[in-house]
C-alpha cells in the first residue's frame, strides 16, 4: 500500500498584521495551515515573544521567580522595559497598566500616558499597551494613551464587548492594532469581530484574545476554544476568525501555585524554579498548538526556552 | 475497508430491535462507520457478517496493551484529531529510560523514581507507567540481568530496547509474563525481531527514520508476518519532525484509513538535545499532538507535575468537566473562628478558588457543593447550587459543630441567593463574597484585619 501525505485543503489564510515602528517593524500571522505543519503549506514564519512589565512595582503580587529576576528595574518601567528587550531579547514589550484600576492605585489617564511615552523613548521593539481589565477605567486610559503612542503601531487592548467602541475609534485614530478579547467561547469571539467590523474597524487590525488560562487550570477550555477558531478560519475561510490571536499567560500562570510554591512548601513538586518555567513554557506551547500568534510571557527564561522550541517547529526537516 | 454506514446497514439484521442503544439498524450502522461504537454493541450480528464487518469495526488505530493486570496501559484506539470532537481515548503513557550500563546501585534509584512517581491531582493517582530500559553493555547477560531486576522490583509496564535481537532474546527468557513492548523491528532485524514477538506473542515497535513510506512498509511487512500489536517510531527527534510524523500518521490513519500506519506511535523527546526542560517541553507537544507512548531521561518532579497536569488537560472529555469531591476543606490551618466560604465542585472553579484562598495567607474553610461539575453561575442556572442545596449541605457536613460562628461567605455572581440561604438555616449571616476569585485575597484580609468574625 503506498504511502500519501494527507494533506488538508484549506481555502482560508490567517491575517498577516505588522505592528511596529521605523525599522524595527514586526509581523505575525500569515499562515495558510494549522501551526506549524509546513509539509501542508505556508506554515507560519515569525511567532513574535513578548515580556510583560508593569506601570507600578508589583512587588508582593508577583512571584519570587520574577521579581528576583527584575528586582530594582521594577520601579523604572522604563528602564524595565530596557531590560527585556536588550537583555532578554523580547521581541515585544507588553505593558500593562496595572496601576490604573481603581483598586491597585487608580492612576489617572495622564499619569499613565506619562508612563507610555518614557517605556517608547526606551525601546526599538513593538509594544502593548494594556488596561487593567476594568472595563470603564480601560476605556478612558485608552483614550489618553493611545493618543500619546500615536503613529508608533503599537497593540492596544483590551477591547471587550462593553467598551470596544470607545477602543476601536482611538485604534483608528491613533494607528494601532487592537486585542478584542471575549470569555472564552468561539461564538463571543467572533461576536466580538463583527460588532467591531460593523463599527466601522478595519477587521486586518484585529487580534483575537480567546481567554487566556493557564496550565491546570482551565488549559483545555482556551487550548480547544482556540482550535477551533483556527480550524474555521482555514476550513469554513470565516473572514470573522481569521484574525491572529494572543495568548497573554504570563498573568495566569505565575498566580497558581504550581508555578510559585517553594520547594520546602511543596516537597513533592521538586524544584521551584525550572517547575515554574516549565509552567509557563508548556502553556505557552500549548496555546501555539492550537494556533496562537504573540505569547506574552513574565518569565525572561519562559520565552528563550520557547524560541529554541519555535526554532525547531520552524525548521524545514 | 471503508465501508460506508449504507454498506454495513446491509450486514445488519434490520430488525430495529434497540439492543444497541440506537433506536434503528441503519442509526448504529452510521456510527459503526464513523468508528464511534464497536460491532460487539449488537448482540445480533451473523458469524458472516461478523467476517466481513470486523475489519471495519477495528478502530483506524489498533489497541495496543502492555504490561499486566491493574497496571496494564493501553495505547491507541483513538478516534479523532482534536479533542474538542471526542475525548481522546488514551493519554500518552510515560517511561524513564534505564541504560544497562549504569551500576547497580544507579539502576535501582531510576527504579525507585520510577515506583515514587505517584502524585494526586484532582482525585486522579498519576504516574510515569514505564521503564524502557535500553542496551548499551553489548552484554545479553547484563541486559538480561536488569531486565530482571526491574521486573522484581517495580510493577512498572517494559520497554526492552535494543536492534540487536539477541538482547532481547536473553531478556525475554526472564521478563516475558510482564508482556513488555520490544523496541525495535528495523529494516535489516524485522524477521528475527518479529519471530521473536510470534514466540512470547508481545507487542513490537518498528523504526524507520527513512521517512513515514519506509516506516510504513516495514510496519506492513512485520504485520504480514503476523505480528500486529504495533507501536511505530519515526526517528523523529526535534520537535518539528515530530510533530509533521505524528501528525501524518494520526491523519492517514483517522482520514485516509490507511492500515500500515494505524498503530500507536513512540518517542524520544529527550534524544533531540539540550537538558531536562527542552526534554519536557518536546515531551508537551507529544501529549498535545499524538504520541502514545513517551521515553524521558529525565523524570525530576519538576518536570513529572506539568507534565502530568497537561496530559490530564488535554485528556479530559470535554463533554464531561473534572469535579473534585463534595467536602469541608480545610485551606491551611483553620480553626472554628476561621472564615467559611462555599463554592462549587467543578475542579477549575475548585482550584482556583482555593489558590485564592492559599494566596491571601488566612486560614479558611472551603465548603465544596456537588454541582455535577458545574461552574458557580453555569450551576445556579441549571439549579444545581442553591439555597435548599447548601442548606443541606451545611447540615450534613457538620458545619454548624466545625466552626463557632454563623458567617457564610457565597460567591459574589450569586448575590441573589442570599436571602433564601438566610431563610434556609435560620442564625447564619450569608456574606456575598466579590465575584472574582482574584479578589478573594484582599476580602478575606479586609475581613480579619477588621475582625468581622
Ligand atoms: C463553560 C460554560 C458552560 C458549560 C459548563 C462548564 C462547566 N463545567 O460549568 C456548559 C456548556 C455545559 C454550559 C451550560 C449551561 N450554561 Co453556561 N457557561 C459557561 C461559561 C462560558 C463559562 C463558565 C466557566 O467555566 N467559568 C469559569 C469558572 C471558574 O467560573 P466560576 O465557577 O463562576 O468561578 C468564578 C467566580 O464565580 C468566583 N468564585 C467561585 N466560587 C467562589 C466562591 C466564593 C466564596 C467567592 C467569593 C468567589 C467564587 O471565582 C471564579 C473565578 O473568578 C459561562 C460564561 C462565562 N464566561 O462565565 C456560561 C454561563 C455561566 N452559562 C449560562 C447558562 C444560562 C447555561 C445553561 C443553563 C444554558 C446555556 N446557556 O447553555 C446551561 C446549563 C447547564 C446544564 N447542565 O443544564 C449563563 C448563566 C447566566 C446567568 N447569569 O444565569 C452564562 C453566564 C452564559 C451567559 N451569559 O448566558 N455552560
Ligand atoms: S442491536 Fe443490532 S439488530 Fe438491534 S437495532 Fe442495533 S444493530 Fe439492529
Redesign the interface.
Known amino acids: 500500500?503506498?504511502?500519501?501525505?494527507?494533506k488538508?485543503a484549506y481555502n482560508g489564510k490567517i491575517n498577516q498584521v505588522e505592528v511596529g515602528r521605523n525599522q524595527h517593524k514586526l509581523i505575525m500571522g500569515g499562515e495558510e495551515t494549522l501551526p506549524?505543519?509546513?509539509?501542508e503549506g505556508k506554515a507560519v514564519s515569525t511567532v513574535p515573544l513578548a515580556l510583560e512589565i508593569q506601570d507600578i512595582n508589583p512587588t508582593g503580587d508577583w512571584a519570587s521567580s520574577l521579581t528576583e529576576i527584575y528586582g530594582s528595574v521594577m520601579d523604572n518601567p522604563a528602564e524595565w522595559a530596557r531590560m527585556c528587550q536588550d537583555e532578554f531579547k523580547a521581541d515585544m514589550i507588553c505593558l500593562r497598566l496595572a496601576g490604573t484600576h481603581p483598586?491597585n492605585g487608580d492612576r489617572s489617564p495622564q499619569e499613565a500616558g506619562k508612563i507610555v511615552e518614557a517605556v517608547l523613548s526606551a525601546i526599538k521593539v513593538p509594544l502593548i499597551i494594556l488596561g487593567s481589565n476594568h472595563v470603564e477605567k480601560d476605556a478612558a486610559v485608552i483614550k489618553h494613551v493611545a493618543e500619546v503612542a500615536a503613529n508608533t503601531g503599537s497593540i492596544i487592548g483590551k477591547a471587550q464587548e462593553k467598551n470596544y467602541k470607545t477602543f476601536a475609534a482611538v485604534a483608528t485614530a491613533y494607528g494601532h492594532k487592537l486585542v478584542a478579547l471575549s470569555d472564552l467561547d468561539i461564538n463571543l469571539s467572533k461576536q466580538l469581530n463583527i460588532l467591531l467590523t460593523q463599527s466601522g474597524f478595519d477587521s486586518k487590525n484585529i487580534i483575537i484574545d480567546a481567554m487566556s488560562s493557564t496550565?491546570?487550570?482551565?488549559?483545555?477550555?482556551t487550548?480547544?476554544v482556540m482550535?477551533?477558531i483556527r480550524?474555521s478560519a482555514l476550513q469554513q475561510n470565516d473572514a470573522m476568525m481569521q484574525m491572529p490571536m494572543i495568548c497573554d499567560i504570563g498573568e495566569v500562570t505565575w498566580?497558581?501555585?504550581?508555578a510559585k510554591a517553594t520547594e520546602q512548601d511543596q516537597p513533592?513538586?521538586?524544584?521551584?524554579r525550572?517547575?515554574g518555567?516549565?509552567?509557563e513554557?508548556?502553556t505557552a506551547?500549548?496555546f501555539l498548538?492550537a494556533g496562537g500568534n504573540l505569547v506574552v510571557f513574565r518569565h525572561p527564561e519562559a520565552l528563550s526556552?520557547?524560541r529554541?522550541?519555535l526554532a525547531?517547529?520552524?525548521?524545514?526537516? | 475497508m471503508g465501508l460506508t454506514g449504507i454498506q454495513i446497514f446491509k450486514y445488519l439484521p434490520k430488525t430495529n430491535c434497540g439492543d444497541c442503544k440506537f433506536p434503528t439498524c441503519l442509526a448504529f450502522a452510521m456510527r459503526l462507520a464513523a468508528a464511534q461504537v464497536r460491532l460487539d454493541a449488537c448482540p445480533h450480528v451473523s458469524e458472516e457478517a461478523k467476517k466481513v464487518l470486523t475489519e471495519v469495526s477495528a478502530p483506524p488505530i489498533r489497541l495496543v496493551k502492555l504490561g499486566m493486570g491493574d497496571r496494564t496501559i493501553e495505547l491507541g484506539d483513538e478516534t479523532v484529531l482534536?479533542?474538542?470532537e471526542k475525548k481522546f481515548n488514551h493519554p500518552s503513557a510515560l517511561a524513564l529510560l534505564i541504560a544497562d550500563n549504569l551500576t547497580d546501585q544507579e539502576i535501582e534509584q531510576k527504579i525507585q523514581q520510577v515506583n515514587n512517581s505517584v502524585?494526586e491531582?484532582v482525585g486522579q493517582k498519576l504516574r510515569v507507567e514505564l521503564i524502557c530500559l535500553q542496551e548499551r553493555s553489548a552484554d545479553p547477560a547484563r541486559f538480561a540481568q536488569v531486565a530482571k531486576k526491574i521486573v522484581a522490583s517495580s510493577e512498572a509496564g517494559l520497554i526492552l530496547s535494543s536492534f540487536k535481537p539477541e538482547m532481547i532474546k536473553a531478556a525475554l527468557a526472564e521478563t516475558a509474563a510482564r508482556n513488555p513492548l520490544i523496541y525495535a523491528a528495523t529494516e535489516e532485524n524485522y524477521s528475527q525481531m518479529t519471530a521473536l514477538a510470534k514466540e512470547y506473542k508481545l507487542p513490537l515497535a518498528v523504526f524507520s527514520d527513512k521517512g513515514?513510506?519506509a516506516l510504513?512498509?516495514l510496519a506492513?511487512k512485520v504485520a504480514a508476518e503476523g505480528v500486529e500489536d504495533l507501536v511505530l517510531d519515526s526517528g523523529a527527534r526535534?520537535?518539528?519532525?515530530m510533530?509533521?510524523d505524528l501528525?501524518?500518521i494520526r491523519?492517514?490513519a483517522i482520514?485516509?484509513k490507511?492500515?500500515?500506519?494505524g498503530y500507536p506511535t513512540i518517542i524520544f523527546p529527550g534524544e533531540?538535545g539540550?537538558d531536562?526542560?527542552?526534554e519536557?517541553?518536546?515531551a508537551?507537544?507529544g501529549i498535545?499532538?499524538y504520541a502514545s507512548l513517551i521515553v524521558l531521561n529525565s523524570i525530576?518532579?519538576?518536570?513529572?507535575?506539568?507534565?502530568y497536569?497537561?496530559r490530564?488537560?488535554?485528556f479530559?472529555d470535554?463533554q464531561q468537566p473534572m469535579q473534585v469531591a463534595e467536602n469541608l476543606y480545610k485551606v491551611g490551618e483553620p480553626n472554628q473562628d476561621s472564615p467559611l466560604l462555599i463554592t462549587t465542585n467543578f475542579s477549575?472553579t475548585y482550584?482556583?478558588v482555593l489558590?485564592e484562598i492559599?494566596?491571601s495567607k488566612v486560614p479558611s474553610w472551603l465548603l465544596v457543593a456537588d454541582s455535577e461539575g458545574l461552574s458557580v453561575l453555569t450551576a445556579w442556572a441549571a439549579d444545581k447550587f442553591n439555597a435548599p442545596k447548601i442548606a443541606k449541605l451545611v447540615k450534613k457536613q457538620n458545619v454548624e459543630e466545625i466552626v463557632k460562628h454563623r458567617k457564610l461567605i457565597i460567591p459574589g455572581y450569586v448575590s441573589i441567593l442570599s436571602g433564601e440561604i438566610e431563610e434556609e438555616l435560620p442564625g447564619w449571616k450569608v456574606l456575598v463574597g466579590p465575584r472574582e476569585a482574584?479578589?478573594i485575597p484582599?476580602y478575606l484580609r479586609d475581613m480579619t484585619s477588621s475582625a468581622a468574625l
Open positions: 500500500m503506498a504511502y500519501t501525505v494527507p488538508e506549524f505543519l509546513s509539509f483598586d496550565l491546570g487550570y482551565g488549559l483545555e477550555y487550548y480547544s482550535e477551533r480550524l498566580k497558581v501555585k504550581e513533592a513538586w521538586g524544584a521551584v525550572p517547575r518555567i516549565l509552567w513554557v508548556l506551547l500549548s498548538m526556552r520557547v529554541s522550541i525547531e517547529l520552524m525548521a524545514t526537516a | 482534536f479533542r474538542h502524585m491531582r513515514l513510506e510504513s512498509s506492513e526535534s520537535s518539528g519532525r510533530l509533521s501528525t501524518q491523519r492517514a482520514k485516509k490507511f492500515k500500515p500506519l533531540g539540550g531536562a526542560l527542552m519536557a517541553a518536546r508537551g507537544i498535545m499532538k525530576e518532579k519538576e518536570v513529572l507535575l506539568p507534565l497536569t497537561l490530564q488537560n488535554i479530559t470535554p477549575l482550584f482556583i489558590g492559599e494566596n482574584a479578589n484582599k
